[in-house]
């Protein structure tokens, strides 16, 4: 049973499936893109107990470890350490418990960091942890989303220049039943009110089309989207930025739109 001295313990829910945080924890190029973030390095994993975990930091500082437990979608156990007898926590010397439990807004991920020799090197690595808990957080939900982030946007931004048959279908396609959509000229709830809003003001517009215009911003299950709408001549009508939320299968739930000019 684990040691129950004093530990850094530390929770944060992921807008990923538990399957997807995993292969974070297990499969070496992941593990190596989310240790890479700003402020990271290089990280390497051998993903099987006794395996070989060494991150190289940016400030040069080496974590050297190894893999005690992988547990498929529920658990991550390694050894922590630092090759430099200076952090006086020598590698593998310090036990690093990560588990994945499933919750409607993905997975909540609990860690807990044992070992830790005294208060203050408890206080850094808590405040370490927190940080690349949050990236990995990000990362989670990027590979998540992946691409259905962009094309839901796109689908959304289409159902604003679709015929009254083919609207709906579209909005259904990329929002789910009881989205929400709020900005200075709606604030409706559902896809069928959703769509008569749009029909409401494709009726009292002059003849337009609205697209996304730039890249999608993604941070964990929300997006931004700059959009123009554009006269049949090319003259700018009016834009803004939007942003989405979605849910863990890229189903748009909630919209806000901001910045209309």
Avoid at 8 to 16: C, G, M, S, W
Avoid at 189 to 207: C, L, S
């Amino acid at each position: 049973m684990p040691d129950r001295e004093p530990a850094v313990e530390l929770r944060v829910t992921i807008h990923a499936r538990p399957s997807t945080v995993f292969r974070f924890l297990s499969d070496p190029e992941r593990f190596a893109r989310w240790w890479a973030v700003p402020g990271g390095g290089d990280a390497t994993i051998e993903p099987r107990p006794g395996g070989a975990v060494r991150i190289q930091y940016e400030n040069g500082h080496v974590m050297s470890g190894e893999v005690v437990a992988l547990e498929p979608d529920r658990r991550f156990v390694m050894l922590w350490g630092y090759e430099e007898e200076t952090k006086a926590i020598p590698p593998s010397s310090t036990r690093v418990e990560i588990d994945l439990e499933p919750v409607d807004a993905g997975t909540e991920v609990t860690l807990r960091h044992s070992g830790l020799p005294d208060e203050p090197n408890r206080t850094g690595h808590e405040a370490g942890w927190r940080y690349y808990l949050s990236t990995m957080a990000s990362e989670c939900a990027r590979d998540q989303l992946g691409d259905r982030a962009e094309t839901a946007i796109d689908d959304w931004f289409s159902a604003w220049n679709a015929d009254d048959d083919a609207r709906r279908a579209i909005l259904e396609r990329c929002c789910t039943p009881d989205a929400r959509l709020t900005d200075a000229f709606a604030s409706v709830d559902g896809v069928g009110t959703i769509d008569a809003h749009i029909a409401n003001a494709r009726r009292h517009m002059p003849p337009h089309r609205v697209a996304r215009a730039g890249d999608v911003a993604l941070c964990h299950e929300h997006a931004r989207a700059r959009w123009a709408a554009t006269l049949d001549d090319g003259k700018r009508l009016m834009g803004g930025d939007t942003v989405f939320r979605f849910t863990l299968d890229g189903r748009i739930e909630r919209v806000i739109g901001f910045s209309v000019d």
